[in-house]
């Protein structure tokens, strides 16, 4: 996103840590990309909040784990009226940032697609399309909410209005989680257990769990499942090698998001007693791995 906006002429500063940050210094960003192109635009890059300066917007597109710093790096990176912008995977993002910068300047996102550093300094877009959402945590659509969907479409973005933030974040979790679980605990891509008929009941009693775990949450799920479903029989032949960053990172031994994905829906069928025994036993599967892969 960063990349896109900086092609598009906007001013960009990526606040960037390790190898990855000592390649942006060295020889900038560059970004390869199924969809739209390869290319290499003018960024700068700092480990230090404090060199962000003050700006009209901030983005936060790092893992759940580590939230809470970049949480306290936004407030510090935002201009008095500046918004932040979260595109977290999982449920908790806005409210954990609204705790830090307040509601009024949470704006909610979400991304759909396959992004990765494939090494320092180069981001991959992986899959041939992209589909963005973002909303207000707090109030309706303002005019500036659609002067930055209209920037952000010009400079290549997929995005589009939605009213519910929350709505949209449980939209994309009710098939994110289920496929992630999936994926991780049997090591798989997209083709290789939409090709089992036993793997496929196991994804489709993890959707089942998940819309009953939204229902009690006072979401209706089914529509946005029927779409995953549809979204899983076109990938069988246009992206069969299709996985999850939670496959990704655990086959590595990178840290998880796993309690923010898979634990985040056990704990909320205890909270509002509606039971996901599939959720709960692949849970169980996966802290092991989790386990092994980091001793």
């Known amino acids: 996103m960063g990349g896109l906006l900086a092609r598009g002429g906007h001013e960009v500063r990526l606040?960037?840590?390790?190898?990855?940050l000592d390649a942006l210094r060295r020889?900038?960003?560059?970004?390869r990309s199924k969809q739209l192109g390869d290319f290499a635009p003018t960024v700068s890059a700092t480990d230090d909040p404090a060199e962000?300066?003050?700006n009209d917007l901030v983005v936060l597109s790092v893992k759940m784990y580590d939230f809470a710093p970049a949480a306290e790096a936004a407030?510090?990176?935002l201009a008095p009226d500046g918004q932040a912008l979260t595109l977290q995977n999982g449920l908790d993002a806005p409210d954990e940032l609204a705790g830090v910068v307040g509601r009024e300047r949470v704006?909610?996102?979400t991304i759909a697609g396959e992004f990765t550093i494939l090494e320092p300094g180069i981001v991959g877009h992986l899959t041939p399309q992209h589909v963005a959402t973002?909303?207000?945590l707090d109030?309706?659509?303002t005019p500036r909410l659609d002067t930055l969907a209209e920037t952000m479409k010009i400079s290549g973005l997929n995005v589009s209005i939605v009213e519910d933030g929350m709505r949209a974040l449980w939209q994309k979790a009710c098939g994110l989680i289920p496929f992630a679980t999936i994926t991780a605990a049997a090591e798989c891509n997209l083709g290789e257990f939409m090709g089992q008929p036993a793997s496929r009941d196991l994804w489709e009693a993890l959707l089942a769990e998940i819309i009953a775990v939204g229902n009690a949450c006072g979401y209706d799920l089914h529509q946005p499942v029927a779409g995953w479903r549809a979204f899983a029989q076109r990938g069988i032949e246009t992206s069969p090698a299709f996985t999850s960053s939670l496959a990704r990172d655990l086959q590595a031994g990178r840290r998880t998001e796993l309690e923010w994905l898979t634990g985040k829906i056990v704990r909320l069928s205890v909270e509002k007693s509606v039971p996901a025994p599939v959720h709960r036993a692949l849970y169980g599967v996966l802290k092991i791995k989790e386990a092994q892969r980091s001793s």
Do not use: E, M
């Open 15 to 20: 606040l960037a840590r390790g190898p990855h």
């Open 27 to 31: 020889g900038g960003l560059q970004v």
């Open 52 to 54: 962000l300066g003050a």
């Open 75 to 77: 407030k510090q990176a």
């Open 107 to 109: 704006l909610v996102g």
């Open 134 to 136: 973002i909303s207000p």
């Open 139 to 141: 109030g309706g659509v």
